[in-house]
């Protein structure tokens, strides 16, 4: 987890979560910290061995603690998080150690952590009980890790956020 290490330690990383932090200092909902990045990261090896990812520990990881690094440009320019971060990414990711097919492989798992939605406005990458095992990316287990990674049975904001019950965790699964 060398790799991973200097990228928590990388001076662009460090500005943009420090980015992020100033952004949504006065955010009533859940933040993009450190410890919802390594939640996701954590949760999401949980799923890899519970559901038999196929994913690679260290590209995983560093997709993780990267989806949402530029969510402050999100805020402040209006560019959606998974386009500005996957934009960061790879001049840390280089810096770090990553080759540039590793690279390409975390970017593409960046864009997609958002999942995308259907015609009938249901997210494509369903739920962990509806899951289909043939389809199992680093995207998809990105996008599911990061919304198991929401505490929203605990949440004092709950009442006022916008995503759908259904959506909710309403209880610790992981």
């Given at each position: 987890m060398e790799r991973i290490?200097?990228?928590?330690?990388?001076p662009l990383f460090v500005e943009h979560m420090e980015a992020n932090r100033v952004a949504e200092q006065d955010?009533?909902?859940?933040?993009?910290?450190?410890?919802?990045?390594?939640n996701v990261a954590r949760i999401g090896r949980i799923m890899m061995a519970e559901e038999n990812y196929q994913v690679e520990l260290p590209l995983y990881y560093?997709?993780?603690?990267?989806?949402?690094?530029?969510?402050?440009l999100q805020y402040k320019k209006g560019i959606p998080?998974?386009?500005?971060?996957?934009?960061?990414?790879?001049?840390?990711l280089e810096e770090c150690g990553f080759t540039a097919e590793e690279i390409q492989r975390i970017v593409e798992a960046i864009k997609g952590h958002r999942g995308e939605k259907k015609a009938s406005g249901q997210d494509c990458f369903p739920s962990a009980e509806a899951y289909c095992a043939e389809s199992k990316t680093m995207a998809e287990l990105l996008y599911r890790a990061d919304k198991a990674s929401?505490?929203?049975y605990a949440c004092a904001?709950?009442?006022?956020?916008?995503?759908?019950?259904?959506?909710?965790?309403?209880?610790?699964?992981y």
């Open positions: 290490d200097r990228i928590i330690h990388h955010r009533i909902f859940c933040k993009h910290d450190l410890e919802h990045l390594l560093g997709a993780a603690l990267l989806h949402d690094i530029g969510r402050h998080h998974e386009v500005a971060s996957a934009q960061i990414a790879p001049f840390i929401r505490a929203c904001a709950k009442d006022k956020c916008n995503w759908d019950d259904a959506k909710k965790n309403q209880s610790l699964k």
